[in-house]
């Protein structure tokens, strides 16, 4: 638990909340020059945010705790408002939901369902840490059976989903950060990339408060 402060560290949400449609994306159309769109770049994060210090000094066993912290620190139901915006950069609206992990199969693995009633939507996940490649490995499913997995470096805590299809046929990627670590409350920043990562536009900021253990 001592550690997690010093990270950024992401989650995964169902895509069916996520998916812009074809003609929202079209519309949106982000460019380098739009203020919404970051070049190939962490939003808003320093460099002491984002980074562990002398990260190629920690061993695999000290990765492997960090990871297993975090399992900790996250079992149980957390209250999640998530805020929305377009690829311009505008705020489209609010949704309120819940977010649960729960220990599966050991505390390596983990599982998370997340609700929002608004879109009548609910999406899962299993993660489990993966101590060969020192990565947490996480397959999403959404209610829509779209699916898609992601893996997270312990240590810089950055998430990146591998490329795949929307709804609507659209390729994106996915990224998720994690700020202000504490006991009760923690924030998330997800962002797209609809160019294979080459710019990145912020679809949401979560905020969740643990009900919880």
Known sequence: MKNLPNLIVALGLGLGLLALSASERAKANPQASNPGVIENSEAGLSASDATISNPSAINGSEIEKVALDLFTYQNGKWASVWEMFDAA???????????EYSSLLGNHTQKMTHVVPKLNHKSSGIRGFNPIENKIVTFNMADNGVYWKMQQDPLTGVTLSDPHLTADGTIIIQRYTRHSTNEDRYKVVMEESLNSGKTWFKRYDQTLTRKTK
């Open 89 to 99: 950069g505008n705020q489209t609206s609010t949704m309120i939901g819940t977010v």
